[in-house]
């Protein structure tokens, strides 16, 4: 039974940083690809980072140079470092575990087959 667990939202100012982490269990990371998308009220949920079980990484227009995607094969966790916050970036922000073959789609959540619950995180301004 796959699970994932976010941890790390919290309030912070703007320009401010925060590290979120995503704990995985019963999945193997060298056959997915790991992403975290948020969901904003009132808007549909988007995508953010992932990354392959190869180390590849992908961005969001609008997080790229602020946030970085890591992971830790070791301890099954994925890790997004959220820096230069702004107030559009408040949000529930969720992770998600995508099943890899020749081809995958990092930025489509439909295609995601495991999701999160999602940690909270605010932008004061």
């Known amino acids: 039974q796959v699970q994932l667990v976010e941890s790390g939202g919290r309030l912070v100012q703007a320009g401010g940083s925060l590290s979120l982490s995503c704990a995985a269990s019963g999945l193997t990371f060298s056959r997915y690809i790991m992403g975290w998308f948020r969901q904003a009220p009132g808007k549909e949920r988007e995508f953010v980072a992932a990354?392959?079980?190869?180390?590849?990484?992908y961005y969001a227009d609008s997080v790229k140079g602020r946030f970085t995607i890591s992971k830790d094969g070791t301890k099954n966790a994925v890790f997004l470092q959220l820096n230069s916050l702004k107030p559009e970036d408040t949000a529930v922000y969720y992770c998600?575990?995508?099943?890899?073959?020749?081809?995958?789609?990092?930025?489509?959540?439909?295609?995601?087959?495991?999701w999160g619950q999602g940690t909270q995180v605010t932008v004061s301004s």
């Open positions: 998600a575990a995508q099943v890899t073959g020749r081809v995958y789609y990092p930025d489509q959540s439909s295609k995601y087959d495991y």
């Open positions: 990354i392959h079980w190869s180390g590849a990484t």
